[in-house]
């Protein structure tokens, strides 16, 4: 007991270390135990565990309505996925009467929900295409890789050997429907159909990009090819769309995570394994203003590598922006960006909700996405909605020590820089060719010396103030004179910078305290001692106590 208040007591210090403490999200506690004691599943909705699990869904509907307007569509009992929410939510517009008239889907829900039925069968489990964040008119989506010949042709047994002959691996299984049946029947037309669907779905939804997280080019178990993925379609089916191989760990090199007391840094994965046979491959068009040499990915360290495929998915959904503003009716499709994008790893619950839910707490920090969203909000959002309701097995992967949900809260740390701000990509690319004065670029290329006293936010780029006289995310005079009279926007971006590492301080902080006080602690040994030195350990290695390397 003193070991937990010790941690506790770590936290909370931890939060005031960097202002007023964030007030914990009614709920979250809730949240966070019922997380970690079960997988969630559409169709166990019911008694008290069923109870709890529609307040969370509740929960997640009244903050997206905050922002957004938007369409539901119905997964009661898992009808169409037994572990996507029951109330899965298509953004529309924005709510605010600045945004609404900007952009707005002209998708229809009915036509959705039935591509949606048609193409479940074509991805791995049925984790379909599904759009979760709506940015600047483009669609954020989220899947499984593709089902192989093995899943279409027999679903239960290639849940069965997927899972390694896990007992809960039937449970899973869902019926098979005499539509299934019917697609099974014919051989030579099978893949041609189904994922001729999941084509259609990618194309409805405006998807033109699709970052494959696996580093397999096939999920093998048992000699078998149990999945597949469009870098590999024999027939190149997807062809159309800009394919990008970024191989990225799975969740049991997170063990060496937690094994390492919570150190990414310096942790590499073994890429000479032999099962890692999918390779980086990404168009030269999208790398070209990123300055990331691409040809060393497999020397990075695990917070590199994160670091560098978040900049990649931050440029995609900023290329190719379209803004129309016409105010009246709604808006034409011709007006909605036409370059959405698809993450997925294999099952699409434990790699892809990591790179969703920084996405999404990326650009809310920027304040370019749920706007109007505090940080213990959009901290409980992305937890229940992102992970929980999206079906991560925090349960067992808790249980294996594989930490890749406690890894995406505490690495916000490494990206509170301006680097990471999609403000700074969209300026970057909206510049005239050249203005008078100085631009925020001919700014940073001056000497430290010519610059002022300035500080940076973990990146040499940044002129925000931390620990100067009356600094708070203020400018020294120095700065304010280099800035041009009237480019009162380049000041107002340079605020939003110091705004963005607040906003994700208080949302790491939140998790922490909340962590350490519901899951963190379960995860402790039975012995006293044991539970002590657990929790040191967990302090230690998430920055809380102890070493001045892992700051808030």
């Known amino acids: 007991m003193a070991g937990a208040r010790a941690a506790a007591a770590a936290s909370a210090g931890s939060s005031a270390s960097s202002g007023t403490p964030q007030p914990q999200e009614p709920g979250l506690g809730e949240l966070l135990e019922e997380f970690s004691r079960t997988q969630y599943r559409a169709k166990d909705c019911s008694g008290t565990g069923g109870s709890k699990v529609e307040r969370i869904e509740k929960r997640c509907l009244e903050l997206f309505g905050r922002d957004y307007c938007y369409s539901v569509i119905q997964n009661v009992n898992g009808d169409i996925c037994g572990h996507y929410p029951q109330h899965i939510v298509f953004l529309e517009y924005e709510s605010s009467e600045k945004e609404k008239d900007t952009f707005q889907s002209t998708v229809q829900v009915s036509k959705l929900q039935d591509l949606v039925n048609r193409s479940k069968t074509a991805r791995c489990r049925g984790r379909f295409v599904c759009p979760v964040i709506l940015f600047k008119g483009k669609h954020i989506c989220r899947s499984a890789t593709l089902a192989g010949w093995g899943e279409l042709y027999g679903r239960t047994g290639y849940n069965y050997i997927f899972s390694g002959g896990a007992d809960d691996a039937w449970a899973d299984a869902e019926d098979v429907t005499e539509e299934d049946c019917a697609l099974r029947s014919s051989d030579t037309h099978l893949f041609d159909k189904v994922r001729g669907y999941d084509i259609k779905l990618l194309r409805y939804l405006s998807v033109k990009y699709i970052c494959d997280l696996m580093v397999e080019n096939k999920k093998v178990k048992f000699g078998m090819n149990v ?110 960006d036409d370059s959405g994008l698809l993450v997925h790893c294999i099952s699409g619950w434990d790699r892809t909700p990591l790179f969703i839910s920084l996405l999404r707490l990326s650009l809310w920090a920027d304040g370019l996405i749920h706007a109007s969203l505090k940080p213990a909000e959009i901290l409980y959002l992305t937890v229940a909605y992102d992970w929980f309701l999206f079906g991560h097995m925090l349960v067992d992967r808790l249980s294996k020590g594989e930490e890749i949900f406690f890894f995406c809260f505490n690495f916000l740390k490494h990206i509170i820089s301006e680097e990471f701000s999609a403000l700074k990509i969209q300026r970057r690319k909206s510049l005239p060719a050249r203005d008078a004065g100085f631009t925020v670029e001919d700014i940073c290329m001056l000497r430290r010396k010519d610059r002022g006293s300035t500080t940076s936010l973990g990146s040499d780029f940044s002129l925000v103030m931390e620990s100067s006289p009356g600094a708070a995310g203020s400018f020294t005079y120095e700065t304010v004179e280099l800035v041009p009279a009237g480019a009162q926007t380049q000041a107002a971006w340079l605020t939003a910078l110091s705004e963005r590492e607040t906003r994700l301080q208080e949302v790491r902080s939140a998790f922490l305290a909340a962590y350490s006080s519901t899951v963190g602690l379960r995860a402790a040994a039975p012995s006293p001692s044991g539970a002590i030195g657990l929790l040191e350990q967990f302090v230690r290695g998430v920055g809380l106590r102890g070493t001045s390397s892992s700051t808030l």
């Not at 800009?242 to 990414?264: N, Q, V």
């Not at 990331?292 to 670091?307: A, C, G, M, N, P």
């Open 227 to 336: 999945t597949s993925s469009e870098k590999v379609d024999k027939a190149q089916r997807y062809a159309d769309f800009t394919l990008l191989s970024i191989p990225y760990p799975g969740c049991e090199f997170f063990k060496e995570y937690k094994d390492r007391d919570y150190m990414a840094e310096g942790l590499i994965f073994n890429w000479k394994q032999d099962y890692v046979d999918a390779p980086l491959s990404i168009p030269d068009f999208l790398t070209c203003s990123l300055n990331i040499d691409w040809s060393q990915y497999q020397s990075w360290d695990l917070v590199q590598q994160t670091q560098n495929y978040l900049k990649l998915l931050l440029s995609i959904i900023n290329s190719d922006a379209r803004v129309c503003f016409s105010p009246g009716p709604p808006v034409p499709r011709s007006c909605v």
